[in-house]
């Protein structure tokens, strides 16, 4: 009798697990991170690009880029949407490039996820370090897969950020969705030949 | 003679700069508020003086810091500033009626005292005693000061922080037991401020070079980080959420017309 109940929650476990696909993405997405780009061999150049393809395939872009937009999306045209979107994408590549260089072997470890707001998910993780490092994935079913929508480190969500530095940016410079696209041109530039002298 | 200078420091800012206008677009309003950022003119004119006093000191100090000192020794520095707060965060951990922090501080302190070698050694932390930095901030926010801590502070050398959590700062820093330690060795208890100040900027050079070169405004995007991750700060002795209640990290998606 033990045996079976023992057998039966063995059964039940494996079934909890598998069955929480928004635990399995973000994994897959965090291991093909890992080991494609992370801890891989290849040059830098290779490295940013594997990333790019991980990063917009993952990433629900045009609903991030219009959230931190905030009201200037609705003004922009189509093209300067599309020029935004791209800049930004370039921008947040770089960045998220640049930060593997520290990645000193933490793992990140899964604790399970919940209900957000509109069908949305969360999936908490834990990066193990000397400081545990608390991340949530915010995710939306798209297809028969998920897009991620956000990521919060710590209480600090991403896309919340982006869009109060945005906000902030156009304030100052006429409401123009052309001059933060060039400025953000100009950092990811500035980030690019940084890391190459580096 | 310090604090006299900041207070004609601000004073003369405050002056010259006032206060940000309020918006009469009720979708800027919104914004606003949510920033709660009203001294907008003179915090920025403080990070600007803060910014030359990183560029020309204290980050050209802390990068040949980092340089010359061996991390295994910057390591000890860090536990050994970290190991004498422990008294203030104890202290705080009391008055905010949290049993199980002050239990996690007292047993830090004793450990690291003692096997740590008068804290060189954070062994707590490899023992898996966790590290809950009680401050008077969230102290001030458990007697009933919730909510975002009031308006936007961006304090003079220390950085982004609000009404609440600048005075808890201050109220820590005079309860510090280094002060009165040294009551009589002014110029050691300054020096020994001095390398705490400069460690903790190394440690912090890597978010802040990271920051400022992906942000376009990065007074704006301190603003926004400090606040978010102060709330969770201040939630964990307030309690959990009531399940069902909105976390704080949930941002409003409403205006997003998502696409399949």
């Known amino acids: 009798m033990k045996k079976i109940i023992c057998m039966l929650l063995i059964l039940l476990s494996t079934r909890v697990w598998a069955s929480d696909p928004a635990i399995d993405f973000v994994d897959h997405l965090a291991d093909q991170i890992l080991t494609d780009v992370v801890t891989s061999d290849k040059t830098k150049e290779e490295k940013e690009s594997l990333f790019n393809k991980a990063f917009t395939e993952a990433v629900d872009l045009k609903g991030v880029g219009q959230f931190v937009l905030g009201t200037a999306w609705k003004k922009a045209t189509e093209t300067e949407r599309a020029d935004f979107l791209q800049a930004f994408t370039d921008l947040t590549v770089k960045t998220w490039a640049n930060r593997f260089d520290a990645y000193s072997g933490q793992e990140i470890v899964f604790q399970g996820s919940r209900n957000a707001e509109r069908g949305q998910l969360y999936v908490d993780s834990v990066i193990q370090d000397k400081q545990p490092v608390e991340v949530i994935w915010r995710l939306r079913p798209s297809k028969d897969s998920y897009k991620i929508v956000d990521i919060i480190i710590e209480d600090v969500s991403m896309v919340s950020t982006y869009r109060n530095d945005y906000r902030s940016f156009l304030q100052q410079n006429d409401n123009s969705v052309p001059k933060l696209t060039e400025e953000l041109h100009r950092k990811s530039l500035e980030i690019g030949s940084n890391s190459k002298n580096n | ?260």
């Not at chain 2, 310090?2 to 979708?27: H, M, Q, S, Y």
């Not at chain 2, 002050?102 to 050694?121: D, E, I, K, Q």
């Not at chain 2, 959590?165 to 050691?188: C, F, K, R, Y």
């Open chain 2, 1 to 260: 003679m310090r604090k006299n200078f900041f207070v004609l420091f601000f004073c003369c800012v405050g002056i010259l700069t006032g206060c940000a206008t309020k918006p009469t677009d009720p979708e800027e309003l919104k914004a606003y508020e949510e920033v709660n950022d009203p001294w907008e003119p003179m915090n920025r004119s403080v990070h600007a003086f803060n910014q030359g006093a990183d560029k020309y000191v204290l980050k050209p100090v802390a990068t040949g810091y980092r340089k010359v000192v061996p991390s295994f020794f910057r390591d000890a520095v860090t536990s050994f500033f970290d190991n004498l707060a422990q008294p203030v965060h104890f202290a705080n951990a009391l008055l905010q009626g949290q049993s199980k922090d002050a239990g996690a501080v007292l047993g830090r302190f004793a450990v690291n005292s003692t096997f740590g070698f008068f804290g060189l050694f954070d062994v707590a932390s490899e023992a898996g005693i966790p590290n809950p930095e009680n401050d008077f901030g969230q102290t001030l926010a458990k007697w009933g000061w919730k909510g975002d801590g009031g308006p936007f502070v961006m304090l003079p050398v220390l950085g982004p922080s609000n009404v609440r959590d600048g005075i808890g700062t201050g109220v820590d820093s005079l309860a510090h037991p280094l002060g009165w330690a040294l009551w009589n060795e002014q110029e050691l208890h300054y020096g020994l401020l001095a390398v705490d100040g400069v460690n903790a900027r190394e440690r912090a050079l890597d978010l802040t070079d990271d920051l400022q070169k992906s942000s376009t405004d990065y007074y704006a995007t301190l603003r926004s980080m400090s606040r978010q991750n102060r709330k969770k700060k201040i939630n964990a002795v307030l309690g959990e959420k009531e399940s069902g209640e909105k976390p704080d990290y949930e941002v409003d998606f409403s205006d997003v017309e998502w696409e399949d």
